[in-house]
């Protein structure tokens, strides 16, 4: 692999929602090379890619410089021996060798493959490395994080990294604000999937946050105006545009966001994770890249729906409380 060091700036409106992994391509121009751009990122001739990732105790912030990972970029809880120079580890999609950092740990894995395209490459190396990742973190009973990972197309010389979009900087308003007080729970899952990078771990807070307004606290606030004489607007909760949707839930747009969290989040993806078995009756596995990727739409989803069913249920409480006082 080629010693790559390369630094960029992207406008904020063009990266995909802040907390969702995404993959910035780079194909460097090498002097005497013909080929054009297209030709080299479509090529699906069969190829050596070689793939890089470092590891992290924790996950790591967005950074706008893209290196070749090198042996001191990562870190974990794992060591080596300090006569020991690498790991080599054999699994079903070949050999992934460890290498360590100068503290002796298990900093950065590095696997070659053949492959007919980047995303294909990447999906290879996720299938033989996680397995062996998730049995280190139990038997250390430790955690660990494949931080930044770079795969390089040894044919057509470009590069593919993955990332995690940042999230941009905003400004707060000074002045205190109420929140009615039935949401603070609803907040807190909020943050809480906002804080953790797991898309199952996030799609089942954003889910349970559908769930505690349209099961709990719209039919309690809707029972307190029946109670009290008052007679509420009622305001329609659609699925809100969005171009990082999946083509499959872009069809959902403009429909109502209930029947979609009824029929679309709890069939197809929350009946997966709490009961953890999927459809052909195998034990969903968390770290399986395509699995990931498929909650990763949901959670895009999920958010959208969250985003306009808090902000709905805000407005039906204020609408309530003013009419109250009016009365």
């Not at 970029?73 to 794992?78: A, I, K, L, P, R």
């Not at 298990?106 to 999906?123: M, R």
């Not at 969290?261 to 929350?270: A, D, G, S, V």
Request: glycine share 2%.
């Amino acid at each position: 692999m080629q010693n790559i060091n390369v630094s960029f700036e992207i406008q904020r409106d063009k990266l995909p929602p802040p907390g969702l992994h995404a993959y910035f391509l780079t194909v460097p121009v090498f002097e005497g090379d013909q080929r054009t751009d297209e030709s080299r990122l479509k090529d699906l001739s069969p190829r050596l890619f070689e793939v890089k990732a470092t590891l992290a105790k924790h996950l790591i912030h967005f950074t706008n410089d893209m290196k070749v990972p090198e042996h001191n970029d990562g870190e974990s809880y794992f060591l080596l021996p300090p006569n020991v120079r690498a790991l080599k580890v054999d699994t079903p999609e070949g050999k992934f060798t460890f290498y360590k950092n100068n503290k002796n740990e298990v900093s950065l894995i590095v696997h070659q493959c053949q492959a007919t395209k980047w995303e294909e490459a990447f999906n290879k190396f996720y299938s033989g490395v996680t397995p062996f990742l998730d049995f280190l973190s139990f038997e250390s009973n430790s955690p660990v994080t494949i931080d930044k990972t770079f795969c390089w197309d040894s044919k057509n010389g470009f590069f593919a990294v993955n990332y995690v979009t940042p999230h941009p900087s905003s400004n707060i308003n000074p002045i205190q604000q109420n929140f009615p007080k039935e949401l603070i729970p609803i907040y807190a899952l909020y943050r809480e999937a906002k804080s953790n990078s797991s898309y199952f771990y996030k799609f089942m807070c954003y889910y349970k946050i559908l769930e505690g307004i349209f099961r709990h606290l719209r039919p309690q606030l809707m029972k307190e105006a029946k109670d009290r004489n008052v007679v509420l607007e009622k305001k329609k909760e659609l699925v809100p545009s969005n171009e990082q949707l999946s083509e499959k839930h872009k069809t959902l747009v403009g429909k109502s966001i209930q029947p979609v969290f009824e029929n679309e989040l709890t069939k197809e993806y929350r009946n997966s994770v709490a009961h953890y078995f999927t459809d052909d009756k195998d034990i969903l596995n968390v770290s399986d890249y395509q699995t990931s990727l498929t909650f990763q739409s949901a959670v895009i989803l999920s958010e959208l729906c969250c985003r306009e069913v808090v902000a709905t249920h805000k407005w039906y409480r204020e609408q309530f409380n003013q009419k109250l006082r009016g009365s």
